[in-house]
């Protein structure tokens, strides 16, 4: 885990006051979906968005790319306006719910966001190849991406945000729908990004996914911030005994719901 101090590393993150409302239906009900959130991600640490379905992680994260437009707040990434395009040159992004044109092969799909991310040729040949073997699809690099499991494709879907080497890399519920075996792969692949000094952002509402993995969360609920902290403060009690995060999270959940 980083432990270093916040002061003295740079932001690569920071959201401050972000706000977001939706007006859906026939009768334009509001939904306030993020509701004045602040936070931030230092250098080289993992950094967990933690919530419920509904909590506001993907919507957060979204603005965050660019993908909707914030109602209020401000964010940046890398000490810049994520607005900049040459601070999202830096950021790899994985959705939720990737879509990849499934008569593609995993070399043609990294061959398109290579071109995408303004990569030569020559760089396209030299990365596509590391990534497919660095996920471990050496052996279905040439198979069409319509006959991948769904763990496969989190793989490959791993494998194009980081075809432009990010310092930053954004990953949204990158465990969802996987199995054991799936999840496991994915994990190393984090730590392993993580120790080559990969800064990381991921959401997810699989408590011990968070645990393993960060060295600090951000739990929303509601739209609402309702804790942040490194995990081994956030983990003692007044009394200074540990508690899983688990037993947090519906703490901090109840004490909103009051």
Do not use: W
């Not at 602040?38 to 506001?56: D, I, Q, R, Y």
């Amino acid at each position: 885990m980083n432990d270093a101090p916040a002061n003295d590393v740079p932001k690569m993150i920071e959201v401050v006051d972000l706000e977001k409302t939706f007006h859906i239906g026939f009768f334009r009900r509001k939904v306030e979906a993020v509701r004045s959130v602040s936070f931030h991600v230092e250098k080289g640490e993992v950094f967990g968005l933690l919530g419920p379905n509904g909590a506001g992680k993907t919507t957060t994260l979204k603005m965050m790319m660019g993908l909707i437009r914030m109602d209020r707040g401000r964010i940046q990434l890398l000490g810049q306006s994520a607005k900049s395009h040459h601070a999202r040159e830096s950021v790899g992004y994985l959705p939720e719910n990737p879509y990849f044109h499934e008569y593609l092969t995993p070399r043609e799909l990294l061959g398109f966001y290579g071109q995408l991310c303004g990569l030569s040729s020559a760089q396209i040949a030299e990365r596509r190849d590391q990534l497919i073997e660095r996920v471990g699809l050496s052996h279905a690099a040439t198979r069409p991406l319509r006959k991948f499991s769904k763990g496969m494709l989190q793989r490959i879907g791993i494998a194009q945000a980081l075809i432009a080497k990010p310092s930053l890399l954004i990953l949204d519920e990158p465990m969802s729908g996987l199995d054991p075996i799936g999840r496991k792969f994915v994990m190393d692949l984090m730590q392993e990004l993580r120790d080559s000094g990969v800064t990381i952002l991921f959401s997810s509402h699989i408590l011990s996914d968070v645990e393993r993995l960060c060295d600090r969360v951000v739990i929303l609920n509601h739209g609402r911030k309702v804790s942040e902290g490194p995990l081994t403060e956030l983990l003692k009690t007044d009394s200074g005994e540990n508690r899983t995060l688990e037993d947090l999270f519906v703490e901090k959940a109840m004490a909103l719901n009051a």
